[in-house]
């Protein structure tokens, strides 16, 4: 059972009288995300990201296995999302709770099923061995919108990561460290993201990037999926009160601009971080050099 305490009568209130003013109680706008951080650690697909006070870690990794049998032609790609007791006291370590269910759904759907990652370019030999890319969501602090935060992650992790590189010699699969030769990028399709929306006043009232007390006052959600191309891929109503179809119209061309808002601010962390990358890798190539030329064996040294 959860352990998590209810809303309390005067909480609840207090949240809805301050949405009748169009107010909330962080001083945002009703479409108005919590700031946003997204940084990159020193392996490739070792993201760190804080939305408002929800904050989580995603690392991507890749290894060799046997493709599908009936998709002999790809390489396979999971998401695994874990909730522990280190994000939030209503969650029990190794027990799976609704929350992590509905959110692991969302992102199967929003990312894995859009084909944000093509993995057909994931097959090394038909029907024999493929890349198996992981993404595992480390929840650190639990403050709401969990499936617009690691929806966020996973894709600035897969857009980062770097897998090794491999060949096929004599039927057999070679793989080179990174050591050895430069990782491959992964192919990227697209870019969807989620946006998540909350109910309030049977409908009448919308709110965007709730926090957890703002979501326990909801009525209802709405979660948009949109690709960097504006197409929607993704739309879930589950359960609360009904939202009329107009809105959910105009929520869409909101969570639009949302979704063009963050992948380009990703985009710009990312290419920041590969910058240094790139100039740290020359700074050490030309310390290299300069050991090579000075060497302690040299006899004029």
């Known amino acids: 059972m959860s352990k998590e305490a209810p809303l ?25 995300f919590r700031p946003l951080s997204v940084s990159f650690g ?22 060799v296995t046997k493709p599908r049998d009936d998709r002999p032609f790809d390489g396979l790609f999971n998401i695994a999302l874990e909730l522990s007791a ?4 209503a969650w029990e370590n190794g027990r799976s709770n609704d929350l992590e ?35 595992d969501v480390h929840v650190l602090d639990f403050d709401g919108n969990l499936t617009d935060a690691a929806c966020i992650g996973v894709m ?22 990174v050591e050895e030769r430069v990782p491959v990028a992964l192919n990227i399709t ?9 109910s309030f006043d049977e409908g009448k009232t919308v709110i965007l990037d709730a926090t957890r007390k703002e979501e326990q006052a909801s009525e209802g959600e709405l979660v948009i999926g949109i690709n960097n191309a504006g197409d929607v891929c993704f739309l879930s109503k589950f359960a609360g009160d009904p939202i009329d179809a107009l809105f959910v119209v105009n929520k869409s061309n909101v969570a639009q601009e949302k979704v063009k808002e963050i992948n380009a ?16 890798g020359m700074a050490e190539e030309a310390q290299a050099e300069n050991d090579r030329e000075v060497s302690p064996n040299d006899p004029f040294v």
């Open 86 to 89: 280190m994000g939030s006291p």
């Open 156 to 177: 600035a992790g897969l857009q980062h990561f770097r897998r090794p590189d491999a060949v096929v010699k004599d039927g057999q699969v070679v793989v080179y460290g």
């Open 190 to 198: 697209q870019k969807p993201l989620s946006t998540t929306f909350h």
């Open 42 to 63: 020193n392996e490739y697909g070792h993201v760190k990201l804080r939305l408002g006070k929800t904050s989580l870690v995603v690392r991507i990794s890749a290894e």
């Open 265 to 280: 601010m990703v985009d710009k962390v990312l290419q920041a971080d590969l910058a240094r990358r790139a100039k740290k």
């Open 101 to 135: 269910a509905y959110v692991s759904h969302i992102l199967d759907r929003v990312i894995r099923h859009s084909n944000a990652l093509d993995t057909e370019s994931l097959c090394i030999i038909q029907g024999v061995s493929c890349w198996n890319i992981r993404a």
């Open 8 to 32: 309390s009568v005067a909480e609840r209130d207090f949240i809805l009288d301050a949405l009748h003013q169009n107010v909330r109680l962080d001083g945002r706008g009703l479409d108005q």
